[in-house]
C-alpha cells in the first residue's frame, strides 16, 4: 500500500486524480459510487484492457441504461465500421481504459497499435478514468518502457490469437516488422490538463498486463 500512496501523491503533483482502492471489486464501486455520479456524462467508450475489464466497470455502463454507449469492439461490426466507433469515441464525455505502465513520479506510459486508446487519453473525451494494477508502477521512464516492451505488450499479443507476430511464439520483443505489429505509437503523459481530467483508480492488486 505504501507504493500506492507515494505513487497517489506524485501523481497527484502532476495534476491528475487519484483514487486507492484494496481489489478489483473496491475499484468497481470507487467508480460507480464514487467517481462516476460526480461528472454529469451522458456518453462513455473505452479503450481496450485487462484491468478494466477485471474490474467490471465496463459491463455496469452497458447494462444500467443511464448512458449512450459507443461500443469500439464490437464483434458484430466489420474492422471498417470499428474504426468509425472508435473516432466516436474520441467525442465521448468519458472515456475508460487502463495504463501500461506509470513511474513513481507520477507519469503514464503507453504503447498502442492503431492509437485510439492513448488519442482519447491525449485528447478528445471531456474526462477519462485509468484502472491500473501496483504492478504496472516502476521507478522512471526507462523501467516504464522496458515493462511496456517486455512484458506487456507481449501478453498482449499472445492473448490475441488472431495476430500474427514473432513474439507471440519467442516471448521476447525483436522489434519486429511485422505487419500486425501492435507496438507503433508511444504516449508519456506528464501532466493532466486540463487538472483533473484525467482520474486515475489505483488497485492494490496485480491486474492486467
Known amino acids: ?83 468509425v466507433q472508435r473516432k466516436r469515441a474520441l ?9 501500461n505502465a506509470i513511474t513513481e513520479t507520477g507519469c503514464l506510459v503507453n504503447l498502442d497499435m492503431i492509437g485510439n486508446r492513448i488519442a482519447a487519453l491525449t485528447f478528445g473525451p471531456r474526462y477519462v478514468v485509468l484502472f491500473v494494477g501496483k504492478n504496472k508502477i516502476v521507478k522512471d521512464l526507462e523501467s516504464a518502457m522496458k515493462r511496456v516492451k517486455d512484458v506487456a505488450a507481449i501478453k498482449n499479443a499472445q492473448s490475441h490469437k488472431n495476430l500474427n507476430v514473432p513474439c507471440q511464439k519467442t516471448g521476447k520483443c525483436i522489434d519486429c516488422s511485422s505487419p500486425h505489429r501492435i507496438c507503433n505509437t508511444w504516449a508519456i503523459t506528464e501532466k493532466s490538463y486540463p487538472k483533473k481530467r484525467i482520474k486515475i483508480v489505483l488497485i492494490n492488486e496485480d491486474l492486467g498486463y
Not at 460507480?32 to 475489464?53: C, F, R
Request: charged residues 25%.
Open 91 to 99: 467525442t465521448a464525455d468519458l472515456f475508460l481504459t487502463g495504463s
Open 1 to 83: 500500500m505504501d507504493l500506492l500512496v507515494k505513487a497517489k501523491e506524485q501523481l497527484e503533483r502532476n495534476n491528475f486524480e487519484v483514487y486507492i482502492s484494496e481489489s478489483s471489486e473496491s475499484a468497481y464501486h470507487t467508480f460507480v459510487e464514487e467517481i462516476l455520479p460526480t461528472l454529469n456524462v451522458q456518453s462513455v467508450s473505452y479503450g481496450d484492457s485487462k484491468t478494466m475489464h477485471e474490474t467490471r466497470v465496463l459491463d455496469y455502463i452497458k447494462t444500467c441504461g443511464s448512458y449512450e454507449f459507443i461500443d469500439t469492439f464490437n464483434p458484430e461490426n466489420d474492422w471498417r465500421e470499428q474504426i
